[in-house]
T-cell receptor
């Protein structure tokens, strides 16, 4: 079964701690994306990667970091510099020529207290 | 500047009645437009897409949308709502400026009453 997996589904952290969210895909997609979803605000792009070892900032990259060492993996680290980290985080992937057809993972709900 | 506005944050319909979810966009370039659906605590699923072919686009689960350039709209419709349609719906614009920019609307929550 091809798809995208995100783990864990729920994550709780204390303020001041860095936390890494996992995203893995076996769709052989070149492009991967991280979005943040807050109530009433839709999705906002944090980072995206078009190819291994390359990534670009999205609209709200401050306080986040990513790596793309393997095609199938695109982990997101939420650092202590992120002022409001509590949110639902969604990872997606697509082929490079059909970026509109993004396949989404089930999401990780991060709560920081 | 490019933007997308979903005109209703919540829509409530009775089962078996028509659904209309409204979306207006603003784009300096000929855009591609999409609708995604999200069920509670799940990822998003592509419902349908408009990429400059036919202006009336049919998607999955009986949904369709019509691109109206003169009105800068891309409203989502379904003739008869089903309980399983209850979800959040996002209108998405990709302006053809190159790059990977995708612009999501704020979402419309659809409630379906029995």
């Amino acid at each position: 079964d091809g798809g995208i997996t995100q783990s864990p589904k729920y994550l709780f952290r204390k303020e001041g701690q860095n936390v890494t969210l996992s995203c893995e895909q076996n769709l052989n997609h070149d492009a991967m994306y991280w979005y943040r979803q807050d109530p009433g605000q839709g999705l906002r792009l944090i980072y995206y990667s078009q190819i291994v070892n390359d990534f670009q900032k999205g609209d709200i990259a401050e306080g986040y970091s990513v790596s793309r060492e393997k095609k199938e993996s695109f982990p997101l680290t939420v650092t202590s510099a992120q002022k409001n980290p509590t949110a639902f985080y969604l990872c997606a992937s697509s082929t490079r020529d059909r970026i509109y057809e993004q396949y989404f993972g089930p999401g990780t709900r991060l709560t920081v207290t | 500047a490019q933007s997308v506005t979903q005109l209703d944050s919540h829509v409530s319909v009775s089962e078996g009645t028509p659904v209309l979810l409204r979306c207006n966009y603003s784009s300096s370039y000929s855009p591609s437009l999409f609708w995604y659906v999200q069920h509670p605590n799940k990822g998003l699923q592509l419902l349908l897409k408009y990429t400059s072919a036919a202006t009336l686009v049919k998607g999955i689960n009986g949904f369709e949308a019509e691109f109206k350039k003169s009105e800068t709209s891309f409203h989502l419709t379904k003739p008869s709502a089903h309980m399983s349609d209850a979800a959040e719906y996002f209108c998405v614009v990709i302006p053809h400026t190159g790059g990977f920019k995708t612009i999501f609307g704020a979402g419309t929550r659809l409630f379906v009453k029995a």
